[in-house]
């Protein structure tokens, strides 16, 4: 059997029946097609992983905390506030509606492309 979008060859002699090797064929052919679904899926998956993920250098700063001029700075959006003891204290609002505002602008500008 020849599967024609992907080209895949599978022949099967085993049987006695035509009819029997087709059906072997057939199933030897789906796991295949499986696996080549399966494969693609782990390779998309690996790349989205390998993308969120950097190489620990120093310009893929996230955040900077300099606690003696009270800053914190989020170089993802270039919000910079001077209120490091609320940060601190867990009053993230600011910077997570900032993130959220460019996660939408971001979104929206991959739309329209």
Do not use: W
């Amino acid at each position: 059997l020849i599967h024609k979008p992907t080209g895949i060859v599978v022949a099967c002699q085993e049987e006695r029946s035509q009819i029997q090797n087709r059906e072997k064929c057939m199933r030897m052919l789906a796991s295949k097609l499986y696996e080549m679904e399966q494969e693609r899926l782990d390779s998309e998956v690996t790349g989205l992983r390998r993308s969120q993920v950097g190489t620990g250098m120093r310009n893929e700063r996230i955040r900077t905390y300099n606690f003696p001029q009270g800053r914190v700075t989020d170089h993802r959006v270039g919000l910079t506030l001077y209120r490091i003891d609320a940060v601190m204290d867990g009053d993230l609002d600011e910077i997570i509606n900032a993130l959220a505002t460019a996660d939408q602008a971001e979104k929206l500008k991959s739309a329209h492309q």
